[in-house]
């Protein structure tokens, strides 16, 4: 009898993920609700890691007919000591056996893993850039080369060596061009011939031969091929991050770890959007420095506040090293609001002059005590300052933030996607 | 001395043809068995976690609920909860048997034994899957259901498709039909046998009953009632056949999709009915086999003792006390009976004799379990063959638990001379389905009145259906039915214990 023996093993795998996404999209509300919760729980950090969700299984259920209650007979193996006609306690409480999905109602929660990329995607769902085109720019959007086919004309540089070699070398077999060692075996056939006659004919084969190579060219210019360029635009795929964050004494460590998240799911959005981006860290007291993420966030500082200054570093460095129509420019601000009063005007100045007309998008996070809600206090300097500015036509998005819990929504809120705005806008 | 098949742990392609070759050569010469050509294919734990989410099938239509099942597989395993099998055996021809790659040599010898060999043999020889699957078309049919699913889809929209395969699959355990049907007799037989009942008239025709009063007849409703019922094959315990049939709203091929899902769940229906007996025979074939290759020199001890350690886990058996027991394993308990049998049949004991006088010193083993195999199911089968050394060995006993009881669960009956028969019967209806699924079936439908539909649900030993997972069944019931759908659930003496009533949702609109 024959029998087959078969690898399956490199058969493609993932024959299940159409069915996996059907479940997912089926459940969506229920696994975004579970990735909110998951996402709030963990470290911002991680995030992006994917992992296991739990999921009321409510909803997900496939319901039987099933039988319960009742009069029970059961046949059981390993009886120690009990005769006919025994009675056993009942233990309390029943019997509570755990069992596969879909059977029993005793689970009323289901756990699975998702990816990393169904996580962030389901996280990021409905959540979207404000602005991703460039607006001004929109024009000199920069343009790329890119490869397109071979051409006949062009310059030396840029010839097709292995095409232009394989079409010789087509030509010269359709027409027949008398190959090296042919000519080579004639002539020794020639040199081994004793007959007069014999070596007459074979001196004029050859002489054929040697007149046709010639005929027919090695290379001609019809074989030559050029590589083909064309220019297309290229979307600017790059983004940068501005962090600026005050980090003069009066911001705790509570209200930095506030900033971080908001910072963290900026980068984590950003990441998702462009396949490059960078982020810049400017913490200012009086002063304003580019420092590193360990220093930013960690880093002791003290002094004075002017926010102009971490303003004035942003802007410079836009100009040195983030030309605005190669890098989409997002910034976010995180303040305890506190600034020096006599800043105000120059604040005011150089955010609506130099840094909103490059920036894709600016937000400004209010961040304050746990607990103390900073709603029913009056408003600090730069929050009046900012307000007035929005008010007068700014694109700023600003809001206030105490608790941990209140990042994801506040995040959500300044980016949920605002079609009818855009719409709106469109003609 | 014979070549070894293998030395250690490592296999090649070379080496399942040799380790194949070897165990059919023992299964069709020493066991007389009698195999589907075999197909084996060597998978990845992923490809065997994508098998376990399409019920163990190479081919399956795309549903959510089989991504469920991935994801909580895929979970567990991840986690490391839960192992994956070492191989997965479809009944086909060819009988295809999946083998995880990461077996070691020793264990594909066994699952080449225990699943190409063992199972195979049981697939095509026991009488339940003769008589309700195809094994010669259902692949076929599997991929004719694929595309036919996706064709829906494309034609009348996901989730409609959806919607019906999802009341479809939750009435899949009461789409099943439990007896074969009668075959239809073509009109040549028809006339003959009318012919030979019209000469048995003849025959027996007598005046004298034309002066013998008549009972009273039947009232109009009754008779109404009852060509109704005959009318549409009532009572029917087929869910999805009657739905199929007699649905007066479905589309064409919303009844196909029914069709499918009724099919598959039928295709399936044997195997829950011979748990104990189809692992019993592969792990008694796996068994016999890996014996007789390594006293033919062909294994090793060392990879022998591996066998052993695995087969030891398979046939493990935690007493009901054993925080690890979870019911009667079905390895153990038909591997144990197997080998009680072959016992039986060489060197029975007087107890034997008096209650196993057919198999009792037979001494054909092999003749004797491969009847067995062919024509029991594992209701019928413990009712047989259960013997009271095993009863013994194993220690069995039969718990009442009766609510009203205030004292507690009653030992009903133990390993003893009064209890043998009583244990046995009881631990056979443990496995009858009939006992196990709810006894449902449609009762009436007034099709010309207000085509409510009426099912009645025969509640054994007070076991009622659990409340909210019968309205959602009846939910999708009624979805489909597109008319009022009414449970009732009557103990055996017809007294109504409890009424549900469902009125179908509205279609969701954009149907087009």
């Known amino acids: 009898m024959p029998i087959h023996i078969i690898d399956r093993r490199l058969n493609p795998g993932g024959k299940s993920l159409e069915n996996r996404q059907r479940f997912l999209r089926r459940a969506k509300s229920l696994v975004q609700g579970a990735v909110k919760k998951t996402s709030q729980e963990r470290d911002i950090r991680d995030v992006l890691e994917g992992g296991e969700v739990t999921i009321p299984l409510d909803g997900m259920h496939e319901p039987r007919f099933r039988r319960e209650g009742g009069t029970r007979d059961m046949v059981l193996p390993g009886n120690k000591k009990f ?340 719409e709106k806008a469109a003609p | 001395m014979t070549e070894r098949l293998f030395e250690g742990a490592d296999w090649d392609f070379h080496t399942l043809q040799r380790i194949t070759d070897a165990c059919e050569a023992v299964a069709l010469k020493d066991l007389g068995l009698d195999v589907y050509p075999n197909q084996i294919e060597v998978i990845t734990a992923e490809q065997m976690l994508d098998a376990y989410s399409s019920v163990g099938m190479p081919l399956f239509y795309k549903h959510w609920s089989f991504g469920k099942q991935f994801a909580y597989h895929e979970a567990s395993y991840r986690k490391g909860l839960m ?141 109404s009632l009852e060509r109704r019922r005959k009318l549409l094959g009532l009572p029917q315990e087929n869910l999805l056949y009657f739905l199929e049939k007699s649905a007066p709203r479905l589309a064409p091929w919303q009844r196909e999709l029914l069709r499918i899902v009724r099919h598959i769940a039928q295709y399936f229906y044997p195997q829950s009915q011979t748990k104990v007996m189809n692992e019993g025979t592969a792990t008694y074939v796996h068994y016999r086999i890996m014996t007789k290759l390594h006293q033919q020199g062909r294994i090793s001890d060392g990879n022998f003792l591996e066998f052993l350690g695995s087969h030891t886990n398979v046939v493990f058996q935690p007493e009901f006390d054993d925080p690890r027991f979870s019911g009667f394993n079905p390895y153990a308990l038909g591997f144990a009976m197997m080998q009680d049998i072959e016992r039986i049949v060489t060197n029975p004991s007087d107890e034997d004799r008096e209650w196993f006088p057919d198999i009792a010193g037979r001494n054909d083993v092999m003749g004797v379990l491969r009847d067995v195999w062919a024509n029991y199911r594992d209701e019928s089968f413990i009712g047989q063959f259960l013997s009271p050394k095993l009863m013994r060995h194993l220690r069995m006993f039969h718990l009442h638990d009766d609510p009203e009881e205030r004292a507690g669960i009653r030992v009903d009956a133990i390993h003893d001379e009064r209890g043998f028969r009583r244990v046995r019967r009881e631990l056979a209806r443990q496995h009858d389905v009939g006992y196990i699924d709810a006894n449902i079936e449609v009762v009436d439908v007034d099709l010309s009145g207000d085509r409510r539909l009426i099912l009645h649900h025969h509640v054994i030993k007070g076991a009622q259906l659990n409340e909210t997972d019968a309205k959602r069944v009846l939910q999708h019931l009624a979805d489909l039915w597109t008319y009022d759908v009414s449970l009732i659930e009557v103990d055996a003496n017809d007294k109504v214990l409890r009424e549900y009533v469902v009125s179908p949702r509205p279609i969701p609109a954009a149907v087009a």
């Not at chain 1, 756990?111 to 602005?131: A, C, I, K, N």
């Not at chain 1, 981006?277 to 002791?300: C, L, W």
């Not at chain 2, 007799?185 to 009953?209: I, M, P, S, Y």
């Open chain 2, 83 to 223: 192992g994956l099998a070492y191989e997965i055996v479809i009944n086909s021809s060819p009988c295809i048997s999946y083998l995880m790659e990461e077996n070691t040599a020793t264990m594909q010898t066994l699952v080449i034994a225990h699943a190409a060999f063992g199972h195979n043999h049981f697939f095509k020889n026991n009488y339940l899957f003769k008589q309700w699957t195809d094994a010669d078309g259902i692949l076929d049919y599997l991929d004719f259901a694929k595309n036919y699913v996706m064709q829906c889809e494309e034609r009348y929209g996901r989730a409609e498709v959806e919607r019906t395969l999802d009341a479809a699959h939750a009435l899949m355990s009461h789409g099943i039909d439990r007896y074969p049907g009668k075959k239809k007799l073509d009109l040549r037989e028809e006339e003959k046998r009318a012919g030979r009942r019209r000469q048995h008239e003849e025959e027996v025709f007598n005046d004298l009953w034309r002066t013998v009063p008549k009972g009273a007849s039947k009232t109009r409703s009754a008779i």
């Open chain 1, 83 to 422: 005769i006919e006609g025994d009675y056993l306690q009942r233990s309390g409480q029943g019997r509570a056996k755990d069992s596969g999905p879909g059977e029993g109602d005793s689970e009323d929660a289901f756990r699975f893993v998702l990816s990393r990329d169904e996580f962030v995607d389901l996280f990021l769902d409905d959540l979207e850039l404000p602005d991703l085109a460039k607006r001004k720019i929109a024009q000199t959007e920069s343009e790329g080369i890119q490869r397109a086919g071979y051409t006949t004309s062009g310059s030396p540089a840029n010839i097709s060596v292995s095409r232009t070699v394989r079409l010789a070398l087509a030509r010269r077999i359709a027409l027949k061009r008398p190959r090296k060692d042919e000519i080579e075996e004639l002539e020794a056939a020639i040199a081994a011939c004793t007959d007069e006659d014999e070596r007459e004919a074979l001196l004029a084969q050859l002489e054929k031969l040697k007149a046709k190579t010639k005929r027919i060219p090695f290379i001609d210019p019809l074989d030559i091929r050029y590589r083909r360029f064309e220019t297309v635009p290229r979307p600017v795929a790059q983004a940068v991050m501005f962090c600026l964050m005050d980090v003069s004494g009066s911001m705790s460590e509570h209200m930095k770890d506030l900033a971080k998240r908001f910072y963290m799911l900026l980068y984590v959005f950003l990441k998702r959007r462009y396949k490059h981006v960078e982020i810049v860290f400017i913490r200012h007291t009086d002063r304003a420095e580019e420092v590193d993420e360990q220093t930013f966030f960690y880093g002791p500082a003290s002094g004075g506040t002017l926010v102009s200054s971490a303003l004035q570093a942003m802007h410079e460095i836009v100009r040195e090293r983030f030309n605005p129509s190669d890098w989409n420019i997002y910034a976010a601000q995180a303040s305890d609001g506190d600034n020096s009063y006599s800043d105000g005007e120059l604040t005011g100045m150089l955010l609506t002059d130099k840094i909103l007309p490059v920036c894709q998008f600016f937000a400004y996070l209010e961040v304050g005590e746990s607990g103390g809600s900073a709603f029913d206090l009056s408003d600090s300097s730069l929050w009046t300052l900012y307000e007035r500015l929005r008010n007068s036509g700014a694109p700023l998005s600003m809001r206030k933030v105490s608790e941990r819990s209140e990042i994801f929504p506040v995040f959500h809120d300044l980016f949920q996607r605002r079609e009818t705005a855009q």
